[in-house]
T-cell receptor, first 114, second 114 residues
Framework: AQSVAQPEDQVNVAEGNPLTVKCTYS??????LFWYVQYPNRGLQFLLK??????LVKGSYGFEAEFNKSQTSFHLKKPSALVSDSALYYC????????????FGQGTTLQVKP | ETGVTQTPRHLVMGMTNKKSLKCEQH?????MYWYKQSAKKPLELMFVYSLEERVENNSVPSRFSPECPNSSHLFLHLHTLQPEDSALYLC?????????????FGPGTRLTVT
């Protein structure tokens, strides 16, 4: 069975510092990995995805994520955090062959302080 | 932001009421999804439709009844709900019902069952 773990409920960083939001996954086949962001009172917005190819994936708003097969991880990173990055971040995993079904992690709240 | 719209944004209903949630996507996508987002829990996939055909029912109780009259519209009919059904209900769409495609989410309907 597929599963996703986001081990941190909340990540606090100072503006201008690098940020990392952690995600580990478990699937039986090749994973399709996603990061989404949710701002208050809004739906989820797609940030980036990994399907195949380069392990470093670049996405929206300067975010990137690194796929590590041996550690089954897909951590979200940004070199310099902005206060406006403060939001709820979700990692999700899916397997090819299923009907668009994604398994989401519990979410990590990112708080960027000025 | 306006690619996927949901109405109403807020709904309060009694346990004996019947109501419907509406979702419309303006992206030309062929797949649509219903998710439930409860506090402190990961997003739960409820239903997936591909070209108006239901392709996934994630063990959802029969008091939730989806309807997809065409590829742009998705409804969730609600009847005799329980207080634990109170949650944010999110609609999403994607190019096709496959994990290879990112999903685009609406802002959600905040449902309160009294």
């Amino acid at each position: 069975a597929q599963s996703v773990a986001q081990p941190e409920d909340q990540v606090n960083v100072a503006e201008g510092n690098p940020l990392t939001v952690k995600c580990t996954y478990s699937v039986s086949g090749n994973p399709y990995l996603f990061w989404y962001v949710q701002y208050p009172n809004r739906g989820l917005q797609f940030l980036l995805k990994y399907i195949t190819g380069d392990n470093l994936v670049k996405g929206s708003y300067g975010f990137e994520a690194e796929f590590n097969k041996s550690q089954t991880s897909f951590h979200l990173k940004k070199p310099s955090a902005l206060v406006s990055d403060s939001a709820l971040y979700y990692c999700a995993v899916g397997e090819i062959g299923n009907t668009g079904k994604l398994i989401f992690g519990q979410g990590t709240t990112l708080q960027v302080k000025p | 932001e306006t690619g996927v719209t949901q109405t109403p944004r807020h709904l309060v209903m009694g346990m004996t009421n019947k109501k419907s949630l509406k979702c419309e996507q303006h992206l030309g996508h062929n797949a649509m999804y219903w998710y439930k987002q409860s506090a402190k829990k990961p997003l739960e996939l409820m239903f997936v439709y591909s070209l108006e055909e239901r392709v996934e029912n994630n063990s959802v109780p029969s008091r939730f009844s989806p309807e997809c009259p065409n590829s742009s519209h998705l409804f969730l009919h609600l009847h005799t709900l329980q207080p634990e059904d109170s949650a944010l209900y999110l609609c999403a769409s994607s190019q096709a019902a496959s994990v290879a495609y990112e999903q685009y989410f609406g802002p959600g309907t905040r449902l309160t069952v009294t």
